[in-house]
């Protein structure tokens, strides 16, 4: 296993049709490197992602938990088939390894990893695009998000629930034109807590990398939060996060 903290760039496989590490990846690495600690207290049993690309994440966090994760077990998804065989590379390379399936999301793996999940990492397809772009072959499968960009999280967000194990955390890739606020009020009603553990602007995007996990606070019906405190204070806090969301809305014609 390579003494490195997270997958080096030059030794990250590539491949024409395979979205390369950017900054959503190197943001979501870096959410991950800041939770390190929290993460080896939480002695995680399975850690998965949904759509690995070239690697560079899932080889990163197999590697900054490490031996002192011994007992962790890796899987990670792509719907592309050369991202399979990208990802692989990139595991070999850094001598880390980790169950690699081709499917979308986490299809024919609901059943068998159900509720078993500690970590998830995803950084889905986001960008607002035309619905007919969702789903394509080859590398457009990688940003292609449909309207608002929520297409795919949309997908992603319900199977998340069935997969968390009761202790498990969910870390994904959001842009402001998901409307992320929304996104934490929606899991907020299944009974997930959020915060945000990474927010990164650039001159195209403000990308934040959200943590989101089971509060048993909020799991009477869904409906335990809105008792205690209100549902207008439920989203004056949630957006209260993401302090640039009314500029970005206003130009969410971004492009990953």
């Known amino acids: 296993m390579s003494s490195f903290r997270t997958a080096q760039i030059h030794l990250v496989s590539s491949h024409r049709e395979v979205y390369e590490p950017c900054d959503d990846s190197f943001a979501l690495v870096d959410a991950l490197l800041a939770e390190r600690v929290n993460l080896l207290n939480h002695h995680p049993t399975l850690c998965f992602e949904v759509g690995c690309g070239s690697g560079y ?49 986490a299809s024919g793996l609901e059943k068998r990893l159900a509720g078993s999940v500690d970590v998830l990492v995803v950084n889905p397809p986001y960008v607002p695009t035309p619905e007919d772009e969702v789903g394509r072959d080859g590398i457009a499968s990688a940003w292609a998000g449909g309207e608002n960009g929520r297409s795919v999280i949309d997908r992603i967000l319900p199977v998340a629930d069935v997969l968390l194990s009761d202790k498990g955390w969910l870390y994904m890739v959001t842009l402001t034109a998901n409307n992320p606020s929304q996104i934490c009020l929606q899991m907020r009603e299944k009974g997930y807590a959020s915060r945000i553990v990474v927010q990164r602007s650039t001159e195209e995007e403000s990308l934040h990398v959200i943590k989101f996990w089971k509060d048993a606070d909020l799991q009477v019906d869904g409906k335990e939060s809105t008792h205690k405190i209100g549902p207008a204070r439920v989203v004056e806090s949630l957006i209260s996060q993401f302090p640039r969301l009314s500029f970005w809305r206003n130009n969410s014609n971004t492009n990953r």
Request: net charge negative; proline share 2%; aromatic share 2%.
């Open 57 to 105: 994440v899932i080889t990163s966090l197999a590697l900054m938990l490490g031996k002192e994760a011994s007992g962790a077990h890796y899987i990670a998804t792509d719907i592309n088939p050369h991202a399979i065989r990208v990802t692989q590379e990139t595991l070999e390379a850094h001598g880390v390894h980790a169950e690699l399936v081709s499917t979308d999301i």
